[in-house]
């Protein structure tokens, strides 16, 4: 079990709802991180995606289902709304599971 760093789920859940932002109907692409340092790594909407799956998977049942209700919102949101699905994502190397790195990336921001 990978060690829980202090602030990580609040920070993941942070960027995970900002990134939408701006409100409208433009698409949005997540980017790759700039720098590989921790702290930047949330720089990348789908890290912070990992990171909340990873606590939802560690969490005790209450506090899981309070969170997974918020997950799953902003995943309707991310899913449905802003990002293009990346028509070429059965032909890459990504978990099934992971369906959020199932989009289009690379973009405008």
């Not at 990978?2 to 789920?9: E, L, M, Q």
């Not at 590989?36 to 990348?44: A, E, K, N, P, T």
């Not at 990171?51 to 969170?67: G, I, K, M, N």
């Amino acid at each position: 079990m990978p060690r829980r760093r202090p602030g990580a789920t609040d920070r993941a859940l942070r960027r995970y709802r900002a990134f939408p932002q701006p409100p409208g109907r433009r698409p949005r692409y997540p980017q790759d991180a700039e720098c590989s340092c921790r702290g930047c790594s949330f720089d990348d909407v789908r890290h912070a995606r990992d990171v909340l799956a990873e606590v939802l998977r560690q969490l005790p049942p209450r506090s899981r289902a309070r969170l997974a209700r918020q997950v799953r919102a902003l995943d309707a949101g991310y899913a449905a709304e802003r990002t293009p699905p990346d028509p070429f994502a059965a032909d890459r190397q990504w978990r099934s599971d992971l369906w959020w790195r199932r989009r289009l990336t690379g973009g405008p921001g």
